[in-house]
């Protein structure tokens, strides 16, 4: 009984420099890209792109303001899958749908402003898998509000992979 408290605490201390890197930040599963349906009924699924995913996730900062000293958001993909299930070796767009933005002195921007609009950054995948990271430069003036906005992923044939969204368990 003496030695399985230590060994607990022991445990604990291991695990909390992991815990505390990963803290601070929300996590959301993106999922995804469905086609559009032009039909006036239902249509059947069907995926934009061909690859698959195991996970995609967007982490960004849990705070109420965002530290221009961190990143404002990280993207962990692991898992992508071309059409014959290989894992791939190469390159994903990442694009980041800035939303609504205003700005205290200078109002707020029409939607799709091309002066809040992020340029696509293209990530390398290495056996399915990168881990991503953006901070803007420069940082947003103090005082900026963003609605909605979001994170879309690009397969390599440049279709659409993943967005944020929603999906229940199958």
Same mark, same amino acid.
């Given at each position: 009984?003496?030695?399985? @408290?230590? @060994?607990?605490? !022991?445990? @604990?201390?291991l695990a909390l420099p992991?815990?505390?890197i990963a803290g601070g930040y929300n996590r959301v599963y993106l999922v995804p890209a469905i086609k559009e349906c032009t039909q006036a009924a239902t249509c059947p699924r069907e995926f934009e792109s061909a690859f698959?995913?195991?996970s #995609?996730? !967007?982490m960004n900062p849990s705070t109420k303001y965002g530290s221009p000293k961190k990143p404002s958001l990280i @993207?962990? #993909?692991r898992g992508v899958r071309d059409a014959s299930q290989a894992l791939v070796n190469g390159d994903v767009m990442v694009k980041i749908v800035s939303g609504r933005v205003s700005i205290p002195?200078?109002?707020t921007f029409p939607d799709g402003s091309p002066l809040t609009s992020v340029p696509p950054v293209s990530v390398t995948l290495a056996n399915g898998k990168a881990r991503f990271s953006y901070k803007p430069d420069p940082p947003a003036p103090n005082g900026t509000i963003t609605n909605g906005g979001g994170?879309?992923?690009y397969d390599p044939d440049g279709k659409l992979l993943a967005v944020t969204g929603s999906q229940s368990k199958p």
């Open positions: 009984m003496r030695l399985t @408290l230590p @060994l607990s605490a !022991l445990a @604990l201390l992991p815990l505390a698959t995913f195991d #995609i996730v !967007l @993207l962990d #993909i002195t200078f109002g994170v879309e992923v």
